[in-house]
């Protein structure tokens, strides 16, 4: 369990560095200014990845047939979380340009996409062991 966890985190982390990197690279070199912090935005979202896989990791241990559960209660957590966080930065704009929309949707598609195959990989390890 826990070196399935470090195995996740390392790949989260991989892709926080290239995907972070690029996209700031991209923002700079078009030199596009956005109302938040891009590194903010993608530092919640690799810390709520890594917890959300960590919440289903361990309940799939104690009780395997409500992992999936977990699973959608921790990503309903996780929006909420992300709305409560960066309601003042994000949303008190009226109207977000493309490029802010894009660097906000990029992040969560990108980490929300990850999480859900490393966590249908575990269940469905779980589910035939």
Do not use: W
């Amino acid at each position: 369990m826990i070196k399935r966890i470090l195995y996740f985190t390392v790949i989260i982390l991989a892709v926080f560095a290239i995907s972070f990197f690029s996209h700031d690279y991209t923002l700079n070199s078009k030199e596009i200014l956005l109302s938040f912090s891009l590194l903010k935005v993608y530092s919640f979202h690799v810390i709520a990845a890594i917890i959300v896989y960590a919440i289903v990791e361990l309940v799939a241990d104690n009780l395997p047939n409500q992992a999936g559960y977990a699973y959608l209660a921790s990503i309903f957590l996780k929006i909420g979380f992300f709305v409560l966080i960066f309601q003042a930065s994000i949303f008190a704009n009226e109207a977000l340009s493309k490029p802010e929309r894009f660097s906000l949707v990029i992040p969560l598609f990108l980490f929300l996409i990850i999480e859900a195959i490393a966590v249908s990989k575990l269940l469905n390890n779980k589910q035939f062991s």
